[in-house]
């Protein structure tokens, strides 16, 4: 195993940068990172361990794990099996940029520590994921950009670092729209992410990796961070619910900032508990972030034990109108949650119509994205030793950005001071917004506004994302609560609820009682449970040298799919001599004896290479019949050959 190990360590998140003769992609990072897991270490596992975390909640996991029925060595591979088979395979949703190569080393711990000590709490060994702008040492940290793609803060994030004393396994890196800059979830790094329940379609933002994933089962539960609607509108997007908490109520130190004022950081869960439990591990006073201060003097919530069936019954619900939209596009989304607010009415809570005419004139200005990024991103690159950039001018200039984002980059690379009239009229403005929101609140004796997460489906790939109701929320501070009101077209609707300051425990609550009383939760087609006959997978890794060249090649084959992974090196003590080396390649003989070439895997003057190819019907029966082999070209007269075949270890199926 010690050799897959330090492979997919390597590939990973090498130390040093490395030099591709081809390009290795994110997607192939992923499936040899995740192959390499798969099958490190022991095979046994107790008897009658076969736990399907399709769906599986937190409780359920733990539950399986404290009845000895598995571990979560076995629940890590199980989720790292189905983003094998749907992440970077099958429909390529596309939503991790990285996994972590010590996740089974990390969830062997945890399985000795439950053993000996017993577990920690409710996280205790289960697996989650993070969005890639959460510091997480050991990983690089990346916010979905090539410029940063090898950027390694020196300590983790606080909710990370609260996640690992609660004893959860940080299983990997979810895309994002690149710097958390949109709603679409596009990245130079991490490409493109898939909504699951429509693979045309977007899966919100900029969290929209993390939100995929947790849709699609790939973890337990996932992080993401919501500037303006970054953990609602992929919740709403994904049939998930996800808070964006009261300004304070939980720290943003080591996430890569897009506004301090406006920054927070959440979980996304498929249910209101698991939402709970993942709250309940990250919130609290955290002296490097001065917004949690406004915590001093108040109990911290406690939203598991908030959680109750009957909470909507006298509960106050305005259906606040601003934020239905008048278009005529907006009125299936409009139309279900309107049916979810008479839903709620039916279970007790009093439901009123706030109609609110001068809300657009408090909100306009309100935002200070555009104050703000360029100065707190170079405040967080300043404290990461060996930054590869320490601006956002230099990060443009570099010319690594998407497209997607580099007119938006530019715009908010113009601020020339901190401080300016502009930057202060808009906190003025939010001020003003939040006293009137707060005061009309007071005035109907509300306990929370209902409205749309976002008034339309998840657009087409490519297609600009209208509808977000994400700045309210975001521009005073106030908790809002993204949970599933229904479906239009065969796609998720979210439903927002804003309170007032820290009553999030109590939208919590709401969101319970709305949730047990309607069935609303449904897994994607696109990622059902993989059972035993899910993707099979072979594994090799050969060495080989002569007098001048050392040869070592990996090989991964996804048997279904005829894809053929390598990752293959010549080198050579003697520098000079590697000009001798002409080629590594895959041959062939035919049935006359004749020699060929199949594949190219390195090519003059050695080094390091690495492909992933679909093979051909041929070429595939070959591979399974021992017919290709790996032969090393040098130069000679005529050339001189190392020739070996290429064998495989018996098949394996991620629930072997």
């Known amino acids: 195993c010690c050799p897959r190990r330090s492979f997919a360590r390597m590939l990973a998140g090498p130390e040093k940068p490395m030099n591709f ?18 099958l490190a270490g022991p095979m046994t596992r107790p008897a009658g361990a076969q736990i399907q975390v399709a769906e599986a909640t937190i409780r359920e996991l733990q539950d399986a794990m404290a009845s000895g029925v598995t571990t979560s060595r076995e629940i890590t591979r199980a989720y790292i099996a189905r983003i094998l088979a749907f992440d970077s395979s099958g429909p390529r949703l596309n939503s991790i940029i990285r996994l972590n190569p010590d996740a089974l080393a990390e969830a062997d711990a945890l399985d000795r ?101 947790i849709a699609a089962s790939f973890a337990a539960i996932g992080w993401g961070s919501d500037t303006c609607g970054s953990i609602r509108i992929p919740a709403a997007h994904n049939n998930l619910v996800g808070l964006r908490p009261t300004k304070g109520l939980s720290s943003i130190d080591g996430i890569i900032p897009l506004s301090v004022t406006q920054d927070v950081g959440g979980p996304l869960a498929r249910t209101v508990t698991d939402l709970a439990i993942g709250l309940d591990a990250t919130i609290g006073p955290d002296p490097n972030d001065p917004a949690t201060a406004g915590l001093a003097g108040r109990d911290l919530p406690d939203f598991s034990a908030a959680l109750d069936p009957d909470a909507l019954e006298g509960a106050r619900i305005g259906i606040f109108e601003p934020l239905f939209g008048d278009d005529p596009q907006d009125a299936a989304v409009a139309a279900v949650v309107r049916a979810a607010a008479r839903e709620m009415e039916e279970l007790g809570a009093v439901v009123m119509t706030v109609d609110m005419p001068e809300f657009s004139e408090l909100i306009s200005g309100s935002g200070v994205i555009g104050h703000e990024f ?152 696109s990622a059902p449970p993989v059972t035993g006959s899910g993707p099979t997978v072979r594994f090799t890794e050969m060495q080989f040298s002569d007098s001048t060249f050392m040869v070592s090649a990996s090989f991964t084959y996804l048997v279904e799919e005829g894809r053929l992974i390598h990752s293959s090196t010549v080198v050579s003590d003697d520098v000079e001599a590697l000009d001798d080396a002409l080629a590594l390649v895959l041959s062939h003989e035919d049935d006359e004896g004749r020699w060929s070439v199949a594949l190219r895997l390195v090519g003059p003057g050695g080094g390091f290479a690495s492909q992933a190819v679909d093979l051909e019907p041929q070429l595939r029966e070959e591979l399974a019949e021992g017919g290709l082999h790996l032969e090393l070209v040098r130069r000679g007269s005529p050339v001189e050959r190392v020739r070996t075949p290429l064998v495989f270890s018996d098949a394996v199926t991620p629930n072997d």
């Open 374 to 525: 360029k100065w707190n991103l170079m405040d967080y690159l300043a404290a990461v030793p060996d930054a590869p950039v320490g601006s956002l001018t230099e990060l443009i200039e570099l010319g690594l950005i998407h497209d997607a984002i580099a007119g938006v980059m530019r715009r908010w690379d113009e601020p020339t001071s901190r401080d300016s009239d502009d930057y202060r009229e808009a906190l003025a403005a939010r001020e003003r917004l939040r006293a009137a929101m707060l005061a009309e609140m007071e005035r109907l004796r509300l306990d929370a506004l209902v409205y749309p997460t976002i008034r339309r489906v998840a657009a087409r790939v490519g297609d600009s994302q209208p509808g977000s109701s994400c700045q309210l929320s975001a521009h005073t501070g106030m908790p809002a609560l993204a949970i599933p009101a229904g479906w239009s077209a065969g796609l998720p609707v979210g439903m927002e609820l804003l309170a007032r300051p820290f009553d999030d425990a109590r939208l919590l609550a709401f969101g319970y009682a709305f949730e047990q009383a309607n069935d609303l939760r449904r897994p994607p087609a």
């Open 113 to 213: 520590e439950r053993v000996a000590r017993g577990p920690r709490g409710p996280l205790h060994g289960v697996p989650v994921l993070m969005k890639d702008n959460y510091d997480t040492p050991g990983m690089p940290t990346s916010a979905g950009t090539v410029a940063l793609a090898a950027l390694m803060p020196p300590d983790d994030a606080f909710q990370v670092r609260r996640l690992r004393e609660a004893g959860a396994v940080i299983l990997g890196k979810t895309n994002l729209h690149e710097l958390a800059s949109g709603i679409t979830t596009v990245s130079s790094l991490g490409g493109q992410t898939l909504n699951p329940y429509d693979l045309s379609r977007n899966p919100g933002g900029s969290s929209g990796g993390t939100g995929a994933a």
């Open 21 to 38: 003769a081809v390009p290795l992609t994110v997607p192939h990072v992923i499936r040899v990172v995740a192959l390499a897991l798969v």
